[in-house]
């Protein structure tokens, strides 16, 4: 059903225009937003996973271990003064902040060492995998 026949079904109920159209217009909003299991950020890095080749492939894996597949994660490279549009332009049940500079938000936001950073230092792997785990248990 398009606008224009909700509208006039509504107008034959006589349902007042003002109870429906602010909802009509959050609907819309919310369907132009990309829908995505978990978004990935980074902000500019000279190792982006944004790029096909091993620091993305190292990303898949770590992201695949806890059960989701490529088609479940969006990859963005954000300016850290552009994180609240990013994250109004989707909707994400995850978002993983992978740079410092990047600041938590919700409940639903995890911050963990890049991918490029964790492949040169298996200090890092432990404290990864501990994230992983919270966000895996946040996806279910």
Sequence with gaps: MNQLERANYLEAFGVPAFL???RAE???ASVQKKCVQCLVIET????SFCQTGKIQDFLFKMLGAIG???SDIKCVDIEVNDLTDTLG?????????MSKDLVLGANNHFVIHHPSDILTSDTLKREAWEVLKKVQVCLK
């Design 20 to 22: 429906y159209a602010e």
């Design 44 to 47: 500019p890095n000279a190792h």
């Design 26 to 28: 959050a609907i819309e």
């Design 89 to 97: 332009q989707h909707d994400a049940k995850v978002v993983l902040l």
């Design 68 to 70: 989701l597949k490529k």
